[in-house]
DNA sequence: ACTTGCTTCTACAGCTACTGTAGATGTTAT
DNA sequence: ATAACATCTACAGTAGCTGTAGAAGCAAGT
């Protein structure tokens, strides 16, 4: 069993984050030593690494709760739990497209750097691409009934 | 120009979101109609629009700053913009590993649901993953079963 | 046993990045 | 001209932490 100090060293997360966590229920209530310290382990240095990872690439919390649904309830019905991770995947793949993007522009700047002037970022235009993920506003013409 | 509704819905951004941004700075106090109304230009959205996305990648406003300075200061010495644009590099990078790592297991998750039962589901341990990020505490110590 | 020093405890205030609401005023359609 | 809606300012509230105060637990050295 660890103590809550070494849960954050492993996790890299604040001590009153991991009470927080606790309070809010997306960790469990922790079980206490005589002196009333919470213990902890192995199992939720992982959980709680998971959570913030997840946090770190952006996800609510409510999101990383429906991810941690499919571990914690590993019988539930299959439609459901495709359900939930479809719906993340989708999320994650677009994440990953929106970053590739970011990346291929930093790169560009790095090297024409390198070279000697930037003089042109285009950093904004990259991520404020409008074809592929804004309102549906000039691409509803596509498909009507 | 634009009224502040427009942008808005062009952005998916709250009106009151793009008001805070001209309060802390990281969108310009826009120029006003006869009737007080803030008025937008096509430069504006986009730089909102870079703003909104980054964000929902995870990134925090002064990360951000950073980013925006990039084209806002495109004459700035070339190695601070360099130090900016590696650092953020680096960053996204590591997003991209961690949410391809995500990917995977969502993917393994929905494949085996198809055929029937989930039952192991190991969304945790590919986002927990102690072996790439984590404190380098048992690093060494992993050579043992 | 006592003291020093660190950790953990609860409770609560403060922070970032929004989001919602109230009440007044501007703008547009009928 | 009047209704309906958009925008204005100002301020309160929310999510997700983060910091601080003050008390209590615990481990090491004397």
Redesign the interface.
Known sequence: MYTIGHVA????CKVQTIRYYEQIGILPQAPRSEGNRRLYAQAD??????IR??????FPLDSIRD??S??DN??QP?DA??AI??R??DQ??R??E???A??RE??R??KQ??G???????????????GQ???D?HQMAEASP
Do not use: W, Y
């Not at 000697?116 to 409008?130: A, F, M, N, Q, Y």
């Open positions: 060293r492993a996790t890299d240095i992982d959980r709680l690494a998971f990872h997840a946090r770190e690439l952006g991810l941690l499919l571990s590993p019988d299959c739990a495709d991770a479809c993340q995947l994650v793949n994440r990953i929106r970053l590739n970011l990346k930093l790169e700047m790095i750097c390198r000697g002037k930037i003089s042109d970022c285009r950093v904004i235009e990259v991520l404020s691409d409008h993920c804004l309102k506003d």
